[in-house]
């Protein structure tokens, strides 16, 4: 069983950073794929960034740029540090966790964590 736990969401003025950091459990962390979502009521969930065993990553054409995914294998916890928000990256953001890079591409995961609220004020 895996658990993930996210932090460091709230509310930012528009061009601020903030980073969100998701605390996993379990002890094979390194061998899962990480990616955190968001979700506007009303919308669809949608993939932010993601980050693989190897390392490699991807982001979002929206966040590119501006956010970057990176874990630490050490603590068990993968990071995306936002900078340059914007008010339409106001959402609630889940981290979450596949053994299949693709399962968690195609907006799959095994594990998810509770979510957490970032708000970006204009």
């Known amino acids: 069983q895996v658990q993930l736990v996210e932090s460091g969401g709230g509310l930012v003025q528009a061009g601020g950073p903030l980073r969100l950091s998701c605390v996993t459990s379990g002890r094979t962390f390194s061998s899962y794929a990480m990616g955190w979502f968001r979700q506007v009521p009303g919308k669809e969930r949608e993939l932010v960034a993601a980050i693989f065993w190897s390392g490699s990553t991807r982001h979002a054409d929206s966040v590119k740029g501006r956010f970057t995914i990176y874990r630490d294998n050490a603590k068990n916890t993968v990071y995306l540090q936002m900078n340059s928000l914007k008010p339409e990256d106001t959402a609630v953001y889940y981290c979450?966790?596949?053994?299949?890079?693709?399962?968690?591409?195609?907006?799959?995961?095994?594990?998810w964590g509770q979510g957490t609220q970032v708000t970006v004020s204009s």
């Open positions: 979450a966790a596949d053994r299949t890079s693709s399962t968690l591409v195609a907006g799959g995961g095994e594990y």
